[in-house]
């Protein structure tokens, strides 16, 4: 299984914190499509196709491997 880094970056109580989470699990390539109207929120995607598309199977999330506040 890789992991995969999956960061978080939020305003908690006025102070940014970044945290760096991972992802562990079995990832797969799929292929996908979406349609989505041109005059939705994301209109701008309409007629576009997904640059990459994957699976994570069997998939864990660690939270806070390494947090940092400022």
């Known amino acids: 299984m890789r992991p995969l880094t999956l960061p978080v970056m939020q305003d908690l109580d006025g102070r940014v ?8 699990g079995r990832m797969a390539g799929l ?5 989505f109207p041109e005059n939705g929120p994301l209109g701008y995607l309409s007629g576009r196709r997904p640059v990459l598309t994957i699976a994570v199977h069997d998939a864990a999330i660690i939270f806070g491997m390494d947090v940092r506040r400022s």
């Open 31 to 35: 292929r996908a499509a979406w349609h």
């Open 17 to 24: 914190t970044l945290s760096h989470n991972r992802v562990i």
